[in-house]
Structures are given as C-alpha cells and as structure tokens.
C-alpha cells in the first residue's frame, strides 16, 4: 500500500480525514486493534484508497505510534494538537485542524472533506463513491450515512419533571400523534419502522463542506455542518460496536458474509 500516489489526483476537491487519537476510554489504542489480520486505521486507510472519488487520504493524530500506520499504508499525517485529541474532544477541532493543515502546508483547499472513523470498518469502496457523488451533484450542506434506528423514538419518553433513579413521575411520549394517541404505546417495533420510517446516524461515513468547518463558530459552537443534510441508507449490519474481541470476531464473519453478498 505504501507506494500508492497521494494525493491521488489534483487539485484535490475530496480529502478524506481519519480521526484516529491514541487514547480510547474502554479499549486502550482501539485504532490499532486488529480485525482479520488488519488494524483498523489500516481498515479505513485501505477503503479511502479504493474509493475512486477520493483525491487524498490524511490520518489527523497526536499520536506517533498511530502516524507510524498511517504511513506505512500510504496515508498523510496531520499532527493534531493535543488540545483537539481529549477524551471529551468533539469532531469539529481535529477538522479545524486538518482543514488549516492542508492549506498550509500543501495549499489545498477541498471543497467535500469525508470523515472515516476507524472504529467502524465494515464500510464499502462502492458506498462512499456514491456519497461523494450525491453530495456533488445535490445541493445538500452535507450527507451522513444512517441505518434503520435499532431503538424506535415511538417508545421513547421523558419526564414531566426531573427525576432520579429510583423515583417515579408522569410519562410523557417522545413521538406523539394520532396513531400513537389511538393505538397506545406497545406496537411491534417492525410496524412502526414500517408506518413511521426513523433511521439513525451510524457514522461509518460523514461528508460536509469546507465552508462549514472555516466559520468562526465552527469550534465554538462545535458544529461542521449546515442544515440542509442528506442521509445515505447502509445495511445496519455493517454498523459495528467493537469493545470486546467478540466483537472483532463477529464483525470479521460479518464482512466475509457482506463480501459475499455483494460480490466485492
């Protein structure tokens, strides 16, 4: 992998960004864990690559160990500040930063920036070129990928005032209308996905334009998206919570399965 031409082309208009920090609160270096043989920054690194609407693949890291991989797979590095690499860190320092970096030291300025996270490798080449060209064909601000919600908002509820874990208080519903309001709280979960489609954000892949992440109140408001954005439905099957080595376990069968089903 290491002798892959990156950028892949000029002037680069997608940059793909693989957050990937050192520190990981339940698995320590979760970005090096390795599923089927491959870690997974080399997971994401690899999938980038093979996404032909992608122009250059960057790894945003504080950590030296991490850049290490990045490069070894032909990926760029950019030394993301310690200040963005926190527990407590949300999305919009490490894009700031990479954002910055890329005009700064190559004079890049791409108008679609793709967000990869490593912990959820069981993505497809053939899936983030199709994101990539609807963003640019589409006058969204930005596309997210999404699944079917595991957890319907139609049994959802809140409280009518605070309380606390071992006390009790009036209920009131999260999703309310007329259907609800008739047929009551407990219908099956696969008859009201079907009558009240919800799907969730999964963030195997995340697209937003530049000119979200360059405003002022990007980084005070913690915010690199616009509001008009598109969702792109993935086989929630693919989305993956890795934590325990039975995990890597089942997501390595489940991509195998994947493969195999679509012939890639």
Known sequence: MNNLS???????????????????????????????????????????????????????????????????FGALVAPRPIEFSQPTSGDAGFYSHAVRWMEEVHGWTPEFLVNLRPTSPLRFAKDIDHMVEHIKSSCADGLKSVIPTPLHPYKMWQFDTPVDIGSSGKLVPVFNNEFRRSHGPDQPRQRIQKLFPVFFQDGQVDITRRKFVIRPEALELENVWGENLHGFVLDPRTSTDLDEPEDFIRAEKIYKDLQSERKE
């Open 6 to 72: 990156n950028p892949k082309r000029t002037p680069v208009e997608v940059a793909v960004i693989i957050p990937a920090r050192a520190g990981q609160q339940s698995v320590p270096y979760k970005n090096l864990q390795k599923l089927g043989g491959k870690t997974l920054v080399q997971w994401a690194i690899e999938v980038a690559f093979e996404a032909k609407n992608v122009d250059v693949v960057i790894v945003s890291t504080e950590d030296e160990a991490i850049a290490e991989e990045a490069k070894k």
